[in-house]
């Protein structure tokens, strides 16, 4: 048996191979013929996947053929492409419509170009509207988008002969009732291309013809496009022609025509007068909520919210449908589990509708957001917190939105999230006593939280606050907070903190000169650490003082260890400086006049390191040495393969192993020469030698920083993300 099978290897390895050469052979596309000539060759291919890849790039075709030869040769391959078998392909070529149409319209001479524009008229319009009619979605969805772009190409004049005919067309297309409900979408979406009055002229006929079709699909189509059609034509004539449309529509019988309608309401309600809104609209709305399909109900409730937020005022919205808004906040052990966040994520908006001095209307409601057990309802109310506060003031915020932002500080790490990105908004609507007793309990928030995000975000509010507060009190709780997070284990969490360090100072000097003493002691003691990572951060914070408007205390106390930093052994450290104080030159005019800031960035541009100099604005510097640095790579280059044609011209092809051998002694080779000549174990750097781009610069005695639970891509290795673009080279 196993001599058989020995012997039918071969003869089947011999057909699978012939197989694959014959489908290699079959599919494979001439790369010599240019693009237009490969077109035509293919186009018919068997294969769908050649006919979709040459559709895909069909513009880029027409642009290297030219115009004439675009028109004399690709336009006539289009219909094989709008009728082809595969919707891939015919997807492909909606998705080409507008590129290639503009291509044709927009380049060439003039006579060139009114040529194309004729051929978008009488080709690439009906193409488009042939593909919108397509039984795949993807394919309709894409020609809708096309035509919609194509069909601002098209000059105004010729929108009634060439645009409102092929809709038209398709609105009494009696093949199927799929034509004429795309003809009720293209109605509504090119109401706002054709104007007010093409619209009240063609389009709104239309429309109440087509509502009268005997197709569901089409009476719903109509129902859910109402909206641009109603901004485009106006209030007015919303109301007398297309309001009873709608109203007539909100009874079909068929459940779907209605839970269109349900959908509909917020795009009504924005265009027809106060009285509809709030009288025969708000009666229709009612009875969807009492539909006796469930998804005609849930529809209703999903838009409630954007319907009271169209509203003008107070005293315009019913208090009925405040209710059951309001209603929506009770948690329920049947399907519709899903009101609750829907009302959180609409309640700023109704607030906002209502007013003030209704809210004892949704206060209960609020209680029983802020209660639910679902995270996800409190998340979204805990995001919003800081705009109902400002919607309802100080009053109700102290009394009843403080006690959900007491429990959100206390929930989960995502709701805590909610409250912490928007913190200084909220408190800023309190009074000053009542603002400092959560101070404590969000410094507390560091020590407890195994999360650097949450660490990083509490750092970036820090500054912010600051201003909220009480000299005395910032200087009591934020300066501790912000000096121990300054010292944080993950860069991302001290990178935040540069800003908020800035704001911290400026804020205190606001106070006794004793006030900042602390904090300005800490900053400047980066200066001179050991770690080149910490002595980093201080030209960073100096940038963010300038920014803040803090020239003379910048001028006062960071200049100095600036220019101490300037000389720093490593070139990672005097990048950065470069960098920051190009950019307060580039900010303060009266920094940039001055003399002694003058000569430091006359110095950086003079660095021996070419990325200090390129940093400090000297950009012939770099450029010169990045060209050396480039003919040094090329000379190395042909050195190497001198050497490959050395070793080829010694190898003997019948004994392998040498030219293996060859190979690893060649890589071995490149290796030593691409080996660092620093220490890799010192910090020590000769000012007079150029390090290699990237290359490591390994500090001494640097403290080993603590690892993060479950946070690992964010981990300081040697040198972090921010701090390694900072140092490494430009390509």
Excluded at 310 to 322: A, Q, R, Y
Excluded at 433 to 458: N, V
Excluded at 522 to 545: K, N, Y
Excluded at 566 to 579: K, M, T, Y
Aim: a negative charge.
């Amino acid at each position: 048996m196993a001599g058989l099978l020995g012997s039918l290897d071969g003869p089947v390895s011999h057909l699978e191979e012939d197989e694959d050469e014959f489908l290699f052979s079959e599919y494979s596309i001439d790369d010599t013929l240019d693009s237009l000539t490969r077109l035509e060759r293919y186009h018919g291919s068997d294969f769908s996947l050649q006919r979709m890849v040459l559709v895909r790039d069909i513009t880029d075709t027409a642009k290297e053929a030219g115009h004439e030869a675009t028109i004399k040769r690709l336009l006539p391959l289009l219909p094989a492409f709008v009728n082809d078998s595969e919707p891939v392909v015919r997807q492909a070529l909606a998705e080409q419509m507008h590129a290639l149409a503009e291509f044709m319209v927009n380049t060439g001479t003039p006579a060139q170009r009114e040529e194309g524009y004729n051929e978008v008229l009488n080709s690439f319009l009906p193409f488009t509207i042939e593909l919108l009619s397509d039984k795949n979605t993807d394919v309709g969805g894409a020609a809708i988008q096309a035509l919609l772009k194509v069909c601002n190409l098209v000059r105004p004049e010729h929108f009634e002969a060439h645009v409102i005919s092929l809709i038209q067309q398709l609105a009494h297309d009696k093949r199927a009732e799929d034509y004429r409900a795309v003809g009720a979408q293209l109605c509504d979406e090119l109401a706002p291309l054709l104007g007010k009055e093409l619209c009240l002229a063609k389009i709104v006929p239309e429309f109440q013809t087509l509502a009268e079709d005997s197709g569901f699909a089409v009476r719903k189509t109509i129902a859910a496009h109402l909206g641009k059609l109603s901004e485009t034509i106006g209030e007015n004539e919303t109301v007398d022609k297309l309001f009873p449309i709608y109203q007539k529509l909100s009874v079909d019988m068929i459940w779907g025509v209605r839970k269109a309608c349900a959908e509909s309401v917020p795009a009504i309600s924005r265009c027809v007068t106060p009285e509809i809104r709030a009288g025969k609209l708000s009666e229709i709305f009612l009875e969807y909520l009492v539909d006796i399909s469930r998804w005609v109900r849930v529809s209703a409730v999903t838009n409630l919210g954007q319907y009271l937020h169209t509203f003008g005022g107070p005293e315009e919205c019913p208090s009925n449908l405040v209710e059951v808004f309001a209603n929506m906040a009770e948690s329920t052990n049947d399907q519709d589990s899903d009101y609750p966040e829907l009302c959180a994520y609409s309640f700023p908006a109704v607030a906002l509708t209502v007013g003030p001095d209704r809210w004892c209307e949704l206060e209960e409601a609020f209680l029983k957001l802020m209660e639910q057990t679902e995270w996800k309802v409190r998340r979204t109310l805990s995001c919003s917190l800081h705009e109902t506060a400002k919607i309802v003031g100080r009053q109700v915020t102290e009394k009843t939105l403080s006690q959900a932002f007491d429990l959100f500080l206390r929930d989960l790490d995502e709701v805590k999230v909610g409250c912490l990105q928007h913190v200084a908004e909220f408190l800023e609507v309190m009074g000053p006593e009542k603002r400092e007793q959560y101070i404590p309990q969000m410094c507390a928030m560091t020590d407890t939280s195994d999360s650097w995000r949450l660490r990083m975000l509490i750092g970036s509010t820090l500054g912010d606050l600051a201003h909220l507060l009480k000299v005395e009190f910032c200087k009591a709780e934020l300066v501790p907070l912000a000096i121990k997070m300054m010292g944080d284990s993950v860069s991302e969490v001290r990178m935040a903190m540069y800003v908020s360090v800035a704001k911290i100072l400026k804020r205190l000097r606001e106070g006794a000169d004793n006030c900042y003493s602390e904090l300005l002691e800490s900053v400047l003691s980066c200066a001179s650490a050991s770690s080149f990572q910490r002595r980093q951060m201080l030209p960073h914070i100096a940038q963010e003082l300038v920014l803040v408007g803090e020239d003379d205390f910048f001028l006062e106390h960071f200049f100095e260890p600036m220019k101490r930093l300037s000389g720093d052994r490593v070139a990672n450290v005097r990048i950065v400086v470069a960098r920051c104080l190009t950019e307060i030159v580039e900010f303060s005019e009266s920094l940039k006049k001055n003399p002694q800031v003058d000569a430091l960035v006359q110095q950086l541009q003079d660095d021996s390191d070419r990325d200090v100099a390129h940093f400090a604005g000297s950009e012939l510097i770099y450029d010169t040495r990045d060209q050396e640095r480039l003919e040094n790579e090329e000379m190395r280059e042909m050195d190497n393969a001198e050497v490959r044609e050395t070793l080829n011209m010694n190898a003997e092809p019948e004994q392998p192993k040498d030219t293996e051998m060859s190979d690893a002694t060649e890589q071995q080779q490149e290796q030593e020469q691409q080996q660092s000549p620093v220490d890799q174990d010192t910090e020590m750097i000769p000012l007079d030698e150029t390090p290699e781009l990237g290359s490591p610069e390994v500090e001494e005695s640097a403290p080993q920083e603590t690892s993060e639970p479950q946070e690992a891509e964010a981990k300081d290795e040697g040198i972090t993300s921010e701090e390694k673009d900072e140092g490494d080279a430009v390509a």
